[in-house]
């Protein structure tokens, strides 16, 4: 195999995470789990998560000095499943996601020409490569860990956004990770943004390098995540 072609397969890590020396209070720092994940009243409105609206994409980037001989990639969570439950305290507030890493999709064409430079046109055969091996036993275990979850620890109100604690379960590893989220409400819509970065190191898994670390991939991946749900008893 390659080098980019190794590369490439060492891709992603769908969703947050982090060390355990950090504070719960800083958002973009994690820790390890402490305490329970948060229950909303039975009171509390739900929303079903939309898999058609919403959107959750994971930026790879290529570092070293050799790094244009590799790719940047973009990888996309699709089926996304998922309920948010808006209680009339916005703290009783819970998420609840499931990400099914079969449904990672690497590289789509249209997500890659929006990134514009240094996400130029990538062959069939590396996208279905990188696909492979990153479902494999070096990256996501897919066969093992079938499942991504997020769900949510603390909801802190706040002028403009939600500092949010949730509870990211990934290749076996669990940690705990405070983002600003910006939610918004329509009627029976609601709407929840957010943008981070996490460590794929985090959840035990390392970034690939070789030539001595002239070609390996970033242990930090840019994560970006849209949100679309719809009340039920709309």
């Known amino acids: 195999m390659s080098a980019r072609a190794r590369l490439g397969g060492l891709c992603l890590i769908a969703s947050l995470a ?3 020396t950090a504070t719960p209070d800083a958002p973009g720092q994690a820790q390890a789990p402490v305490g329970p994940v948060l229950s909303a009243p039975e009171a509390a409105r739900s929303y079903a998560v939309d898999p058609q609206a919403s959107r959750i994409r994971f930026i790879v980037r290529r570092g070293g000095s050799l790094a244009r001989l590799g790719h940047n990639h973009v990888i996309m969570a ?12 916005p703290q009783r507030s819970t998420v609840e996601l499931s990400l099914p890493v079969s449904g990672f999709e690497v590289d ?13 046109p ?3 055969a590396a996208v279905a490569g990188t696909r492979k091996n990153m479902l494999g036993d070096k990256v996501l275990e897919a066969a093992r860990f079938p499942v991504v979850t997020i769900e949510t620890v603390r909801v802190v109100p706040k002028a403009s956004d939600w500092d949010i604690t949730v509870r ?18 329509d009627g029976a819509m609601l ?7 996490v460590r794929q190191r985090d959840f035990g898994i390392t970034p690939l390098s070789v030539l001595g670390g002239a070609l390996q991939v970033e242990d930090e991946v840019a994560v970006s995540m849209s949100l679309v749900a719809l009340a039920d008893d709309a």
């Not at 699709?78 to 305290?89: M, P």
């Not at 990211?168 to 409400?185: E, F, M, N, S």
């Not at 709407?191 to 970065?197: I, L, Q, T």
């Open 18 to 20: 982090a060390c355990t």
């Open 78 to 89: 699709r089926q996304i499943k998922g309920v948010i439950r808006s209680a009339d305290s």
């Open 108 to 120: 789509p064409p249209d997500e890659r020409a929006a990134l514009g430079e240094g996400f130029g």
């Open 122 to 124: 990538v062959s069939e």
């Open 168 to 185: 990211i379960t990934l290749h076996g590893v669990a940690r705990d990770l405070t983002v600003p989220v910006q939610v918004t409400r």
């Open 191 to 197: 709407r929840a943004r957010a943008e981070f970065s």
